[in-house]
């Protein structure tokens, strides 16, 4: 019953902001398979959604599990217990989860809260990172700036721009090579890996 009045309060929030031309898909499982490109935005509220296709506009979707591996030519927003956004994004990704994959190309920025957070190796951030999570782990490159808060966070990839995390633990991995300053704040001094690199300033502030 929760999850079947969280989907309707969705609808109900967003459907007076859609073009007639947009497309809006509800249900307790909703598959948007590959069949070419949508030419316009997309909108789901389901219990369990997966979108294949790929979207000209933007992407909004809200369930339980949510998968998309098509390529999205503008914004993504979505909502979910499981978040798994493997396919290429043309503009910025917003999301709050449970669990978090973040998995290919991002043009621009990404900003999102979730319990556990995973940018892989296989994705690109071409603008900041801002993130909020329970566990955090960065393996991808990121061309702007990252903001991270968290519980174990884990850097483990090229970041072009400063970098400013708070968290309780935090962990240089062997491939972390940060361009600019890092800035953190936590109750101990950050773990570094062999290999781990930071060639701006490191400002450690110590947090009871």
């Known amino acids: 019953m929760r999850k079947a009045a969280a989907v309707a309060a969705f609808a ?3 459907v007076p ?17 590959d069949t070419g490109t949508i030419a316009t935005d997309v909108y789901i509220a389901s219990g369990a959604s997966t979108v294949a296709s790929s979207v000209a506009g ?24 499981n978040l798994n956004i493997l ?4 503009d910025d990704v917003r999301f709050v989860g449970g669990n978090v994959t973040l998995g290919s190309v991002v043009t621009d920025d990404v900003v999102g809260a979730g319990g556990v957070i995973h940018v892989l190796g296989s994705a690109r ?6 993130l909020a999570g329970g566990n955090i782990v960065i393996d991808a490159p990121v061309q702007g ?8 966070i884990i850097i483990n990839s090229h970041i072009s721009g400063d970098v400013v995390v ?11 090579l940060l361009e600019k300053n890092f ?11 062999a290999g781990a690199m930071v060639r701006g300033k490191t400002d450690f502030h110590m947090r009871a």
């Open 12 to 14: 109900m929030l967003v």
């Open 17 to 33: 902001l859609f073009s007639s031309a947009a497309v809006f898909r509800t249900g307790q499982q909703v598959a948007l398979m």
């Open 58 to 81: 933007d992407l909004l979707f809200a369930g339980g599990n949510v998968v998309s591996t098509g390529a999205v030519g503008q914004d993504v927003l979505a909502a979910g217990g």
């Open 87 to 90: 396919g290429p994004v043309g």
């Open 125 to 130: 951030v071409g603008g900041d990172l801002t």
């Open 145 to 152: 700036s990252v903001r991270l808060a968290g519980g174990t």
């Open 166 to 176: 708070y968290g309780d633990k935090i962990i240089l991995g062997k491939k972390a």
């Open 183 to 193: 800035t953190y704040t936590s109750t101990r001094e950050a773990e570094r890996a």
